[in-house]
């Protein structure tokens, strides 16, 4: 089976610092990950997605995560948090036994300080 | 191009009353996704439909739940003799094609709450 452990419900930075919402996947193939943001009362977007071209993804809005297959982790980076970057965060990996349903992590909201 | 586009964006019913939720995806999109969004549960999966293939419908919660999907296009999550526990948001997404790598691309959703 297939899932996904998001490692923090909640995340709270200082504008300008840092961000690092963590994932660890669970999968008997090589996986296909994404990370999805959702905002308030809005839909999902597609952050990024590994593909297994490279380890290091980049996204959009300066996004970043890399695959660690020896960590079994996807983490999600971005250097300097925006006060726009303030959403839940959804790490997904695609279920490959016939459907390609998504199976989602139980997301981080990410709070983001003045 | 336009993206998936659900209807209505909220829809308030009483318990025991029917409804039915609209999709349209992505024209051209093959594959069409449904999930429900709830507090307790998270985003699961619901059912999914590809091309003329069978549905997938292991994610359907009750036998209350159907939908189907016509012309290979616009889909319809039909809820029968809702309860309070359907209260969630559903949402809708498609692909262009069927694929581990294939980015789903979802609608805004369709809020239901069930007094």
């Known amino acids: 089976a297939q899932s996904v452990t998001q490692l923090d419900s909640h995340v709270s930075v200082s504008e300008g610092t840092p961000v690092l919402l963590r994932c660890n996947y669970s999968?008997?193939?090589?996986?296909?990950l994404f990370w999805y943001v959702q905002h308030p009362n809005k839909g999902l977007q597609l952050l990024l997605k590994?593909?297994?071209?490279?380890?290091l993804v980049k996204g959009i809005n300066g996004f970043e995560a890399e695959f660690k297959k020896s960590e079994t982790s996807f983490h999600l980076t971005k250097p300097s948090a925006h006060m726009s970057d303030a959403a839940e965060y959804f790490c997904?990996?695609?279920?490959?036994?016939?459907?390609?349903?998504?199976?989602f992590g139980t997301g981080t909201r990410l709070k983001v300080l003045a | 191009g336009a993206g998936v586009s659900q209807s209505p964006s909220n829809k308030v019913t009483e318990k025991g009353k029917d409804v039915e939720l609209r999709c349209d995806p992505i024209?051209?999109?093959?594959?069409l996704y449904w999930y429900r969004q709830s507090l307790g549960q998270g985003l699961e999966f619901l059912i999914y439909?590809?091309?003329?293939?069978?549905?997938?419908k292991s994610g359907l919660p009750s036998d209350r739940f159907s939908a189907e999907r016509t012309g290979g296009s616009v889909s319809t999550l039909t809820i029968q003799r809702t309860q309070q526990e359907d209260s969630a948001v559903y949402l809708c997404?498609?692909?262009?094609?069927?694929?581990?790598?294939?980015?789903?691309?979802f609608g805004p959703g369709t809020r239901l709450l069930v007094l």
């Open positions: 590994y593909t297994s071209a490279a380890t």
């Open positions: 997904v990996v695609s279920d490959r036994r016939g459907t390609y349903k998504y199976i």
């Open positions: 439909f590809q091309g003329n293939s069978a549905p997938d």
């Open positions: 024209s051209g999109h093959t594959a």
């Open positions: 999968s008997s193939y090589s996986p296909s």
């Open positions: 997404a498609s692909t262009q094609n069927a694929g581990a790598l294939e980015t789903q691309y």
